[in-house]
């Protein structure tokens, strides 16, 4: 078998910075990798439902989005199959089984339920905890099983939940012989792109904390959202010492700022260095920072927008493309399950005269 990789996202909203640089970068790395056979990426929307059960449209709106941000970034789907979660039954099937392999305090451990938990305001003891949501792992181990996924590209704090699909991997197999296949993690190389904060400068960047720039972000929206970060409460005038450490602009900088953006748009320095060693002496004022930045921003993020103009004007093959994903990745995840009932003894209806000799020789031996 050659590598297969399976990646996605929930589509609660419009993808965001955090998003490209902790996993849509890697996936255009993945698809520009000549070693993978197959690259699947998945619109999540039955995870999606597991905290928006009581606002299903939303889901449905941002199918289309999270979409038009693939394209618009560069995500190639004569290279990539995107498809959408639902459409594929095999997967709430093999959720429903893996479901007898996991334990109640194994998921309460969980590192990564746990903190989705309490940022949604959950608690186990809770009865407003909807199960699908505590099952979330069972739900991901099923999506990635189901494409015989080798390598999944995640970020750091998703390591538990591939943590939790390998147990239940290693348990199956070792109840039912060899099935399924192991995943293994693959982290982003660039460990500064785990690390992007939101526009406040202490959360991680995020939908639901409303501190994020979108990868679509209009102009004067994000001019708007760079010159409101948070930079350093001490650093009042431009002549004051600043610190960078926690400082959201400098955040950005660290993981976004190239040598020659200083050539581009401030030529006053040579590199990112020299600029944190005169911000942080003082002498260098936070309107100047925030201009800097938001030249880099515009410049990435404006060959976004244009990009993603295209598709709007071609929603037709837009459709087409889901459409032709999707009914490969129903294929696909559809071997995998007819493998698993097989497995489990649960191919009933496959061939008939198999089962009618196995029954015979049940009542033979009565």
Known sequence: MGKIALTGDRPTGKLHLGHLVGSLNNRLNLQNDKSFDEIYIMLADGQGLTDNFNNPKKIRDNIIQ????????????????IFVQSALPALTELTFY????????????????????ELRGFNSGDEGLPVGFFTYPISQAADITA???????????????????????????TIYGETLVMPEIMLPKNEKATRLKGLDGVEKMSKSLNNCIYISEPSDSLNKKVMSMYTDKN????????????????????????????????????NLDEMK???????????????????????KISKYRDERNKWENNLSDVYDILETGTKKA?????????RVKKAMYMDYFDDKNKIVEEWKTILENK
Not at 98 to 116: A, G, H, I, Q, W
Not at 277 to 299: M, Q, R, S, T
């Open 66 to 81: 999270v979409t038009l941000d693939y394209l618009s970034i560069g995500l190639d789907p004569n290279r990539v199959t």
């Open 147 to 173: 494409f015989d996924a080798n390598v999944v590209p995640v970020g750091e704090d998703q390591k538990p939940m591939l943590e939790q699909c390998r147990e239940i991997v290693h348990k199956f197999n």
């Open 98 to 117: 893996y479901m007898n392999l996991v334990t109640v305090p194994r998921l309460e451990r969980n590192p990564t339920v746990k903190s989705e938990m």
């Open 235 to 270: 650093h009042i005038k431009p002549t004051d010492p600043g610190n960078v450490e926690g400082n959201a602009v400098f955040n950005f900088l660290d993981i976004l700022c190239e040598d020659r953006h200083f050539n581009d748009y401030l030529n006053d320095y040579k």
């Open 277 to 299: 060693e005169h911000y942080k002496k003082g002498g260098l004022g936070d309107v100047k920072c925030k201009k800097f930045l938001y030249a880099i921003l515009e410049e």
């Open 330 to 338: 129903i294929a696909k995840s559809n071997a995998t399950y007819a």
